[in-house]
């Protein structure tokens, strides 16, 4: 199973950027789907994005495409999400997780979890 590590959150004006980072553990992150997910206070957890094991695919749900970028790079085991032109509505946790496959759909399961890391928009 791949442990994850999530990291770079915190506090940024709207309109703002933030990197995030993910560090995985485990011989299968090169081998397994990608995605990052947000739950905000009194919200359920939402998908954001996700990439596939080689990288070649992003999915974006359409509340951050255009804004958010997703990618990875398997040699340092870590995935990222680049949020630019960020939003009060942007807060919440983020969340990484582990697919339990190489590509990424709609009824993709997510097998390991980090902790998760806060990211707040002040407006």
């Known amino acids: 199973q791949v442990q994850l590590v999530e990291s770079g959150g915190g506090l940024v004006q709207a309109g703002g950027s933030l990197r995030l980072s993910c560090a995985a553990s485990?011989?299968?992150?090169?081998?397994?789907?990608m995605g990052w997910f947000r739950q905000a206070p009194g919200k359920e957890r939402e998908f954001v994005a996700a990439?596939?094991?080689?990288?070649?695919?992003?999915y974006y749900s359409d509340s951050v495409k255009g804004r958010f970028t997703i990618s990875r790079d398997n040699a340092k085991n870590t995935v990222y999400l680049q949020m630019n032109s960020l939003k009060p509505e942007d807060t919440a946790v983020y969340y990484c997780a582990a697919a339990r496959g190489p590509y990424y759909n709609q009824r993709t399961l997510f097998g390991s979890w980090g902790q998760g890391t806060q990211v707040t928009v002040s407006s």
């Open positions: 990439i596939s094991w080689s990288g070649a695919s992003t």
């Open positions: 485990g011989r299968t992150f090169g081998s397994n789907a």
